[in-house]
Structure formats: structure tokens, C-alpha cells
């Protein structure tokens, strides 16, 4: 039967630890770095009690009620044991003792320091000490020879040492070890081992080296190929025929020294390193810790036919068992009843066998199989001893060392990748349930405290807002285990029990009723593993893999179903967030899986059970959402991830917490994160991953960073604060497509810093002679960005790069007006219907009213008094308002469809300020070099078109004068028009029943599917047919009064002109300084 491997429980906090049974095996006993020694009654003992021996302990020792620990202030010290009363100090060292060992009877005790010194100390008098002196390093570990005459040392100085303790000389030395200047950084702790009754046994790399006791002859050495990392620490069994190895990767081995055979393999559930090995001195059993702090246990350890473990055997069942057996079999009694630590037995015995390395034959492991085996297998048992006992007689003639066959029973060796453990199901913000002081729940409304110990059973709720509610003390009959915190209620949740079903409770303390509780109990058999609160509502997932929806006043909603079992889930407003196991991980990692559900009124899915992308070999540690609604995730690696909507919602790493930590075992305990201000708020936990509720942990906040490379450099800099800013504000697009309310203020800010960056990130790459790159950059630019840039470009004598700018921003121009007249013609269009009038093609394109020359110099002249005041505004605050209260502040999101309502006269003047600025394709008089920006708005109010209509004609024109007014007379035709007009029929053809506005809508769906290629080309034909549109219209023109049509030659002559090469308007001197001042500016 295969060993099993009981999951491993939290024991101390991360650092080395180190573990052992008591003498009679009924107890685990573990030290740490938190300065605890614990005494477990077994592996679920939830209560252990604690002796507090110092402010760290590195080491520990245990033997005949005697407890030595190596504590931090550099002495080896003595406890009672199980009391812990402290009984002394043994001896002192310059530096902390790495490792302290009893010798077989417990009389003596060697500790190694990191002074280099090692010293074998008298238990009952102190004053008898003996000093090693040889190492030029650290020592790693120590081993007493059984029979007491030799001591082995380790050392950081790459040599494992023999010390005959009588003379204090060093007897022999083996360069084994990779050499390294202190313990933390030694490759392994080379934790060595004496067998019990000759020879010893030392871990180098990734093989067991086994050397001859007197002689010092590396007789073989012990490997497999399971083993891939170094080897840090071995042990032996009681018996003396198997040794067990832990590596730095987690990875434990036991073999059959008899038969060299490996005979278990295990893979740490994490992969971490193990620092200690202890075997049950009845076997069966190895306890083993980790450098994280955790406690584990295999249990039927080297027991092949099913028996239970060898731990706890009775007196009465040995006698039993005894009777069975004739006085033939007295070899079977061997060392069984008397303990094999006798040195009067050890010595006898290795006076007669001094040469030996192995144990003469298996008898003491078939004896304990006997006595462990069923009444069934006896017989199966008395074979394998007969088998024995004739190859004993044969290895007996020859004179040579018994080896065994290989049993034939192994089970086939795996070496693929080892399935990973799936991680519990927890809930963010709280410590462990085991606790008795505890912290249920930690975010950003508050704090609920668990008290659960012999004075009380109780929950405290806090606020940090006490406008909210105020701090509230709740009995914990029910022993909930399970809280959550909102603004509108408390959420508690219990596990099930034998007499009662698992329920869900809720303090709704912001009802208006006087009924502000209510209760649900789940089916039976069916337990809730994770709760959450949202707005108005409450949400718990179960064992039976269900995720139900309650309303905050506790009606049931929805029911749905989850892939996998529940690991956490949190709510924020209406978004809920679901973290499962979407399958088995390997090597290590989880495979979990999440879904991100809307439950307002129209409820939808954004996630369907994606991967949720994890460190490699790491855990979930934290669920939840900023103060702005965007999910986030924290691992056991400390890197915090947000989800990008912006990137077609995907994960991106935002913060590494071990940056922040000066220690290796130290961490940061996640509360909350919000986007504006950019802030983590953590507490941070010295030697630990999570802090303790007495006293009241200090709240820390880190800042975030996107992991880009070359951060160092200045350009690094820039582009992980340009692409931060623009993660960090998507929930500002997020909030107002979903109508919420959110600060506009705060979008504009964002806009012009990130102008900002990209403005710098342009002049350093124009220094840099990177006019390709400057390109690329203006892509992500705004329009008024872009015009900068040219103007930059000129005044730095680099005309390429300024010629491609322009035509970068002209046809980007092109497309984002096409796109913006594409909306404005359907609502115009619409409004038309609404006046009563027919569908008219000619509708779309109303024309300007007469002031547009006015209002064309109004504009000129603002933007000139813009570029004029670069010095006295905050670098990029010349743009304006309007310019960053569109969509967004990238260029690619101002190409994204927007609807915009009909202006009003009185809106006019804010329509104008918060419409985006684009550019038309369409020559404008007066324009100057580098401007590329339009009016704000392209067609005049409809009532003040149609007063105009009036005052021109009082009956309603007939169609074909408004196409000559509105369209031939006012502009030229843009590229969509005409490829909608020479595309129409055929949409017609495919659709017929199609109405005008749903013409357009399809002609501009099927327009923007075209390359770019092909929009040029229809955008070219506009503009080639410009001029012949303008003569056209010359002789179509009706005749009017003599004050309109001079208005109207004015308005040609204006276009004529436009239509000429434009010629490039000198700036003033000063303006020219200014801009060349602020482009070089450096940050």
C-alpha cells in the first residue's frame, strides 16, 4: 500500500522550521522563526499549545523531557518539557547557533554556530564543555555517532568534518559541499545522519552518500531519478533499514539501504523547501515542515501489504502476537520490547558486526509487519520471514553483505508531471479559521473581528466610516466562519454540523423596517464555502457547486451553476466576480478559472469562466475590486493584477508587494486598492503572510508599477507612466457607458497627463535622431497633440518626419470625420422625420448658416492666443477643455461611434465644448500652418435651418433646390456620400425593406469594413470632384435679392482660395521660442 500524504496545516510563521516526535511518539513537536515551540497532538490538532522560548528559534532538541532551543540572542537554552518552564542556559555563542543535537542517551548536546565554532555540552552540567575549532565557516549541521565517540559537523566552508569527541581532533573531512559565506545563502543545510547502529549517511546534490563508521569509505550512494534538485536533509528509520531525504524542491524519498531500492516518492504541495524530517520512532510515519512555516505528515510510510502504520502499539497486542511464535523464532523479539535506543544492546552489537553497514537481515521490519498485519495475511507474513531466513543462510557462506530481492509488488514509478493539490476555498481579507483570534473580513467599509476562546464566542464589526453604522458586537452561537462587509449589510455564514444545516445570515442594518435580519438555511448536504455583498444584493457558492443570488432583503434569486469547486468570490455594485477550479494544475499551479457576472437589470456575463492567470507555482491569495469597480487578484507571489477593459478584458500586472519587502519571509497583507488616487493599502507582516488582530496592524500604502522594461531609463519611465495613466482611467469610460456618475474633471487630467508624457516622449526620441518612433508615438496622440508635434518637428529642421506628421493628421482627420458626420447625418436625419418632412438624401448634409466665416476667425484666433500662453500654462494646459472632454484621450478611441442630440440654441455654446475636435477634409480660409482642427460643430441648429429656409423662400423648397443649397452650393460631397451613392442599389438589392436611416446605417457598417487603401480612394474622388462641384453650382445657382447673393460670391471666393496651395503663416519670434522652450523642457 502506497503512503498516504495528509494536507499540510499552517504551523509558523515563513522561515526555517524544524520538527520531531517526543520519545513516545504521541506528539508532533515544531519550532520556527516566530520563537514558538508547539506541541501537536496530531496534524489536526487546531489547538496547540505553545512555549514562547525566544524572539526566533533556529533550532531545537528533544530527549528524556528535556527541550533545547538555539535562540537569537546567540544562546543555546534548556526547557522542561511538555511545561516549558526554562531551566537554564547551556552555553553562549558570538553569533545565533544554527543547529543543536542530543546524543543517543540525552546526556550530552552539540550545537554549531555561526562563529565557527561547534561545542558539546554536559545536560546536567553545563560547566562541562568541549570546543571544535577547524571550520572556516558557518556550521550547517551536526550528528552524534551512536555509540558517542565520533561527532560529524557541516559547514558553509564546502567540508563535512569527523570530530573524535575524547581528543577534540578532527578525524577525517570530505569536501562535499558547495562553498558559500553565511547559512541563508548555503545551497542546502546538509542536515546529517548517523544510522542507528553503524555507518553514516550525509546528502550531497542530489544523491545520499553512505560511509563506512572507523574506515571512512564511501561504500555506495543512494539516487533516483525523482530527485532533481539538491538534497538537504536526511534521515533514518528506527529500525536502521530505510532513510528518508528532503530536497530544496519539496520533493521527499525513502529508500531500502538493503536493497538501494526507492521506495517512496512525494511532491510537496507547493514545492517548497524542506527543512525538516522526523520519522515516528514506531516508523510508519515521517512529520516534515517547510521554509514557509507549514506541517506536514505521511502516513504508511514503506508498508507494502496494507497494514496501518507502526504508530501506536499496544502492550497487550505485542504479548498476543507473541504466542503465535515457538522459541525458534526468537529473532522475531529482537529490540522489539526493549527500546533500540539500549546502549547496552548497541554496543554488544556492534562489537560483534563492527565492519557492517547494514543491518545483518529485514527481521525488525517483518517483525512489526506481523504484529501490524491482519489475521488474513499471516500466513503471506511467515513466508516472506522463511524467505529470509534461507537467504541469510546463503549470504552467511559466502561472507558477504545480505542483499534482498526486489520485491516485485513496487508499483510502477511515475515521473511525469505531479498533480497539484486544489487550493481551499477562503474569503479575501480574512486570516485563517483555525485562529482563535481572528479577522473575519478587512476592506475598504470596515473590519469583523472573531473571537472564539474560553472567555467568549463573539464577532465585533467595525467601521472606518462611523457615519455608516456604528461598531457593532455580535454573538457567534452558530460559529460562523465565513463574513462579508458592505455599506448596506453584514453577511455572516456557518458551516454545517451534524445537527444543523449551513446557514447564511444577514444584518441588513441599512433597511428602513425594524426587521433588519433574516436567515436561510441550505439543503442538506449542501455547505456554503464563500459569500459576498454587492449592491442591493447577496450571493453565497456551495459544496454542491451553486451559486446563489438573494436580494439584500433576503428574497431568493438567481441559481446558476459553477464548472468547478469554489475558491472565492466577491461583489462590488452590480458586478460579481466567481473564482474556481477549472480543472487539476500540475508542477505546482492551480488551474482556476473566473467568471465576472453584471446582475443590474441587464444582467450579462464578461467573463465566461476564463483562465485566470496565476504565477507559476503560485496561489490565490486575494479577490476583489477597487474603489472604482475594476476586478483585481492577488497571489501568493505578491503580484497584484487589474483587468484591462481596455485591452478586451485582460489581466495586467500592476504591483510586485516583494519589491516592498526587506526580508525574504516577510509579505503584504492586501486590504484595498483604488485607481484615483493610485493606491495599495496593505499591512505589512514581518515573517509572516498575514498579521495578527492585537495589536492593531498599521496600514501601509505602496504605489503601483506596470513591470515594463528598462524602467530605470527615462524613456522606460515615461512609457510605464503613459500606459498606467491610461489603465488606471479606463473605469472612467467603464462608468459613463454604463451611466454612472463620475468626475469629469479627473478624465481631463488624465488626458493632458498622458498628453504630457507622450509630448516628452516625442521631443526625446526627435533628439535621438528616431523619427520613425516619433511617428508611432503620434499615433496614440490627440489632434492639438499632433499639431504640437508638427510644429515641433519644423521648428527642429527634421521636414520628413513634419511631412508625415501632416499626413498622418489629415487622415486621421478624414476618417474620425467621417465617422462623427456619419452620426451627425442620422440624427439629423431622424430629426427631419420627426419635422414631418420626406426622406431625403440631401438632409444629411445641411449646410453651415451665413456667419461661418465668423466663426472660422473666432476659432483661429483662440487657438493662436492658445499657442501664445504655452509659457504661462502648465505645460500641456494650452489644451483646451474641449479637446479632452470627448471619448477619450487616445486617438484610437476618438475613432469609436458615438451618438451625440440635436443641438439647441441655448446648447449651443456647450455642445461646442465638449464635442470632439477632428479635422474635415474640406479647405478652410485662413488657416495656418499645422492646423488641423475644425468647428466643433458642422451643421447649424434645425430650427435656425429652417427659419433660413423661410426667410429665403416661404413655401417649403422643393427637393431639388435643397440639394443645390445644401449640398452644391455649401461643400463638396465626402467619399462616403459618394461611395453610398454608387453603393446604394445594392444594398437596396440585399436588403429591401430597408428605410433611409437604416440605408446609412448599413452603408456606414459596410464603408468602414474597407481597408484604409480603399477610403483613401473614395476620399480622393471627394476632393477631385471639389472644384467641378463649385463650377456646377455656379451656373445651377437660383437668383436672389442682391444681399444674399453678395454674401454667397463671398463664400465662393473664400472657397476658390482655399482651394489654392495653402501658404504657411509665419509665427511670431516669441511664439517660436516658447514652443522650442517647452518641447525641450525635461521632466
Request: a negative charge.
Amino acid at each position: 500500500m502506497p503512503s498516504t500524504q495528509k494536507p499540510m496545516r499552517y504551523g509558523h510563521t515563513e522561515g526555517h522550521t524544524d520538527v520531531c516526535f517526543d520519545d513516545t511518539g504521541s506528539c508532533i513537536v515544531t519550532c520556527g522563526s516566530d520563537g514558538d515551540v508547539r506541541i501537536w497532538e496530531n496534524l489536526d490538532d487546531d489547538d496547540p499549545k505553545s512555549i514562547n522560548v525566544g524572539e526566533k528559534a533556529y533550532s531545537f532538541a528533544l530527549k528524556n523531557g528535556r527541550l533545547v532551543t538555539a535562540v537569537s540572542n546567540n544562546t543555546v537554552q534548556i526547557h522542561t518539557f511538555p511545561e516549558g518552564a526554562p531551566d537554564g542556559i547551556l552555553t553562549r555563542f558570538t553569533t545565533n547557533a544554527n543547529h543543536v543535537v542530543f546524543n543517543r542517551d540525552g546526556t550530552k548536546i552539540a550545537a554549531g554556530s555561526s562563529d565557527f565554532m561547534v561545542k558539546v555540552v554536559e545536560v546536567t552540567d553545563s560547566s562541562q564543555q568541549k570546543t571544535f575549532r577547524g571550520h572556516d565557516a558557518p556550521v550547517l549541521s551536526l550528528s552524534f555517532d551512536p555509540q558517542d565517540a565520533f561527532l560529524t559537523s557541516a559547514s558553509c566552508d564546502g567540508s563535512v568534518r569527523v570530530w573524535k569527541i575524547s581528543d577534540q581532533t578532527c578525524v577525517t573531512s570530505w569536501p562535499l559541499l558547495q562553498k558559500c559565506n553565511d547559512v541563508i545563502n548555503a545551497k542546502s543545510i546538509c542536515r546529517l545522519a548517523w544510522q542507528p547502529k553503524s555507518g553514516k549517511v550525509i546528502p550531497v546534490e542530489k544523491v545520499v552518500k553512505l560511509y563506512r563508521r572507523e574506515t571512512w569509505d564511501n561504500q555506495f550512494d543512494l539516487s533516483d531519478n525523482f530527485i532533481t534538485q539538491t538534497l538537504s536533509i536526511v534521515t533514518w528509520s528506527p529500525c536502521g533499514q530505510y532513510v528518508a531525504a528532503g530536497s530544496v524542491d519539496g520533493c521527499i524519498a525513502v529508500w531500502n539501504v538493503d536493497t538501494q531500492e526507492c521506495m517512496e516518492r512525494m511532491k510537496h504541495e507547493k514545492s517548497y523547501t524542506i527543512c525538516g524530517l522526523a520519522w515516528h520512532p514506531k516508523g510508519g510515519q515521517i512529520a516534515y515542515t517547510d521554509t514557509e512555516g507549514n506541517l506536514g505528515l505521511l502516513e504508511n510510510v514503506c508498508n507494502r501489504d496494507g497494514k496501518k502504520s507502526v504508530g501506536k502499539v499496544s502492550s497487550a497486542v505485542t504479548k498476543d502476537y507473541n504466542d503465535l511464535f515457538d522459541e525458534d523464532d526468537d529473532f522475531l523479539n529482537t529490540d522489539l520490547i526493549e527500546p533500540r535506543s539500549s546502549p547496552k544492546v548497541l554496543s554488544n552489537e556492534e562489537d560483534d558486526d563492527d565492519d557492517d553497514l547494514m543491518l545483518a537481515s529485514g527481521h525488525p521490519r517483518q517483525r512489526g509487519a506481523i504484529i501490524e498485519d491482519d489475521e488474513n495475511s499471516l500466513d503471506a507474513a511467515l513466508m516472506k520471514v522463511n524467505s529470509n531466513l534461507e537467504k541469510d543462510d546463503d549470504n552467511d557462506q559466502d561472507g558477504s553483505i545480505p542483499v534482498l530481492p526486489v520485491s516485485t509488488t513496487q508499483r510502477p514509478f511515475y515521473d511525469g508531471p505531479m498533480p497539484t493539490p486544489q487550493q481551499k476555498p477562503f474569503q479575501s481579507g480574512s486570516t485563517p479559521s483555525h485562529l482563535t483570534h481572528r479577522f473575519m473580513v478587512w476592506n475598504s467599509i470596515g473590519i469583523i473581528r472573531c473571537y472564539n476562546d474560553e472567555q467568549d464566542n463573539a464577532i465585533d464589526v467595525e467601521f472606518h466610516d462611523t457615519s455608516i453604522h456604528h461598531a457593532t458586537h455580535l454573538p457567534n452561537s452558530l460559529n460562523h466562519t465565513m463574513a462579508d462587509l458592505s455599506s448596506e449589510a453584514i453577511l455572516l455564514a456557518c458551516e454545517s454540523t451534524e445537527e444543523l444545516a449551513s446557514k447564511l445570515h444577514c444584518v441588513h442594518f441599512s433597511s428602513w423596517d425594524s426587521n433588519k435580519e433574516w436567515t436561510v438555511d441550505m439543503p442538506k448536504d449542501e455547505d456554503i464555502e464563500a459569500i459576498c455583498l454587492g449592491q442591493g444584493w447577496a450571493a453565497c457558492a456551495t459544496s454542491a457547486m451553486l451559486t446563489r443570488v438573494f436580494t439584500i432583503g433576503g428574497v431568493q434569486k438567481e441559481i446558476f451553476s459553477l464548472p468547478g469547486p469554489v475558491v472565492s468570490m466577491a461583489g462590488h455594485g452590480e458586478q460579481l466576480v466567481v473564482i474556481y477550479h477549472r480543472g487539476t494544475g500540475f508542477d505546482g499551479d492551480q488551474c482556476l478559472g473566473v467568471q465576472l457576472i453584471e446582475l443590474g437589470k441587464k444582467k450579462r456575463q464578461v467573463l465566461h469562466g476564463d483562465p485566470l492567470p496565476l504565477t507559476r507555482k503560485s496561489y490565490l491569495m486575494w479577490i476583489g475590486f477597487s474603489a472604482e469597480g475594476t476586478p483585481c487578484y492577488v497571489d501568493s507571489e505578491g503580484i497584484v493584477k487589474m483587468l484591462n477593459r481596455g485591452l478586451g478584458n485582460t489581466w495586467i500586472p500592476v504591483c510586485d508587494t516583494r519589491e516592498y519587502c526587506k526580508g525574504k519571509s516577510d509579505h503584504y497583507w492586501v486590504i484595498g486598492i483604488h485607481e484615483n488616487p493610485q493606491q495599495l493599502r496593505c499591512i505589512p507582516c514581518k515573517g509572516a503572510r498575514f498579521p495578527p488582530t492585537l495589536p492593531r496592524p498599521a496600514v501601509a500604502i505602496l504605489s503601483f508599477k506596470l513591470p515594463y522594461c528598462q524602467i530605470t531609463t527615462e524613456k522606460g519611465q515615461m512609457e510605464e507612466q503613459f500606459w498606467r495613466s491610461v489603465v488606471f482611467h479606463n473605469h472612467l469610460d467603464y462608468l459613463s457607458k454604463n451611466g454612472y456618475e463620475y468626475d469629469e474633471n479627473a478624465k481631463n487630467e488624465a488626458a493632458k497627463e498622458q498628453q504630457e508624457l507622450l509630448m516628452k516622449l516625442f521631443a526625446l526620441s526627435c533628439k535621438l535622431e528616431r523619427e520613425f518612433r516619433c511617428v508611432e508615438l503620434a499615433d496614440f496622440m490627440t489632434q492639438n497633440a499632433v499639431n504640437l508635434a508638427i510644429k515641433y518637428a519644423s521648428r527642429s529642421r527634421k521636414l520628413i518626419l513634419a511631412q508625415r506628421l501632416s499626413e498622418m493628421a489629415v487622415e486621421k482627420a478624414t476618417e474620425m470625420a467621417a465617422l462623427e458626420e456619419d452620426d451627425e447625418e442620422e440624427d439629423d436625419f431622424r430629426n427631419h422625420l420627426n419635422a414631418g418632412y420626406s426622406n431625403s438624401a440631401t438632409e444629411w448634409s445641411q449646410p453651415r448658416v451665413r456667419n461661418l466665416l465668423h466663426e472660422q476667425e473666432m476659432e483661429d484666433s483662440k487657438e493662436a492666443d492658445a499657442v501664445e500662453e504655452v509659457e504661462e500654462m502648465p505645460e500641456m494646459q494650452k489644451f483646451s477643455k474641449k479637446h479632452f472632454g470627448a471619448h477619450s484621450a487616445n486617438i484610437l478611441d476618438n475613432m469609436s461611434k458615438f451618438s451625440k442630440n440635436t443641438p439647441t440654441p441655448n446648447s449651443r455654446a456647450v455642445n461646442k465644448q465638449k464635442s470632439p475636435v477632428i479635422k474635415p477634409l474640406i479647405p478652410k480660409p485662413k488657416s495656418k500652418q499645422g492646423t488641423i482642427f475644425p468647428n466643433s460643430e458642422r451643421f447649424p441648429p434645425l430650427d435656425k435651418t429652417l427659419t433660413l429656409q423661410k426667410t429665403m423662400n416661404n413655401t417649403p423648397p422643393p427637393l431639388h433646390t435643397l440639394e443645390i443649397i445644401f449640398c452644391d452650393n455649401f461643400r463638396p460631397k465626402t467619399g462616403f456620400q459618394m461611395w453610398l451613392e454608387e453603393n446604394r442599389e445594392s444594398i437596396l438589392a440585399d436588403n429591401p425593406d430597408l428605410e433611409e436611416a437604416d440605408i446609412i446605417k448599413e452603408g456606414m457598417s459596410r464603408f468602414r469594413v474597407l481597408s484604409s487603401d480603399e477610403r483613401m480612394v473614395w476620399t480622393e474622388k471627394a476632393k477631385g470632384g471639389a472644384a467641378s462641384n463649385s463650377a456646377e453650382a455656379k451656373k445651377r445657382k437660383r437668383p436672389t435679392d442682391a444681399k444674399n447673393e453678395g454674401k454667397e460670391k463671398l463664400e465662393e471666393k473664400s472657397k476658390e482660395e482655399s482651394s489654392l496651395p495653402k501658404k504657411r503663416k509665419p509665427l511670431d519670434p516669441s511664439t517660436n521660442v516658447r514652443l522650442s522652450a517647452f518641447a525641450f523642457k525635461q521632466k
